[in-house]
């Protein structure tokens, strides 16, 4: 069994994974993000203890859990860009005395602009990050359809706003012709 993990705060949501085994104690730490520079196992005494065969399989285990949710924290962090933070680790001390990352969390920007236009493009870039892992958690699904409302509610104050002039109504009015499919190249609309 896993777990998922999701923090949110008032200016921003966090996007992440988890991967805790249930009887695993995690401690939480700042990661350094994509490079993964300052995370690392803790070397010491134990570098030399013989560990058994159940101990070197949770080892390998553990170690693909790392390379996975830091896998899934970077991907969050590129497609988010200037509205993602710094990713931040949970860890668990293996059998062999170091630590892995076994969730993980980037803090995203999701308010609104001052302008509706560029409230749709950050929602645009908000969404794509929530969903820039091969395996968004149901955390990341949940910030995509936050990203999407706010997108919705813009353009729909767009509209509002463009719908007051001549040239906003065409506009308006190819843009739903456009997403009826009727302004295919090719095909014309007919009134």
């Known amino acids: ?10 200016s921003s949501l966090s996007i992440g994974t988890s991967a805790i085994p249930p009887r695993n104690q995690p401690s939480r730490g700042q990661g350094t993000g994509a490079s993964g ?3 690392g196992g803790s070397a010491g005494p134990t570098d030399t203890v013989a560990l058994s ?3 070197r399989q949770q080892v390998q285990k553990l170690k693909q859990i790392d390379a996975n949710v830091r896998q899934h924290e970077a ?4 497609a988010g860009g200037s509205h993602a933070g710094g990713a931040s680790f949970t ?9 892995y990352a076994t969730a993980g969390e980037v803090p995203i920007d999701v308010s609104t602009e ?19 892992p091969a395996d968004p958690s149901p955390q990341d699904m949940r910030v995509a359809a936050q990203a999407d409302a706010a997108k919705l509610q813009a353009q729909a104050e767009q509209r509002r706003q463009e719908g007051d002039s001549p040239a ?8 739903a012709a456009q997403s009826l499919g009727y302004a295919q190249s090719g095909t014309g609309l007919t009134i």
Request: proline content about 4%; hydrophobic content about 45%; charged content about 25%.
């Open 1 to 10: 069994m896993w777990t998922v993990a999701a923090d949110l705060s008032i």
């Open 53 to 55: 065969d159940a101990a």
């Open 114 to 132: 001052s302008e509706p236009a560029d409230t749709v493009a950050k929602m645009e870039q908000v969404k794509a990050a929530a969903l820039a």
């Open 75 to 78: 991907a969050h962090q590129a």
């Open 168 to 175: 906003g109504r065409a506009a308006a009015a190819y843009g």
């Open 37 to 39: 520079a300052k995370e």
């Open 91 to 99: 860890y668990t001390r293996g059998p062999d005395g170091k630590t």
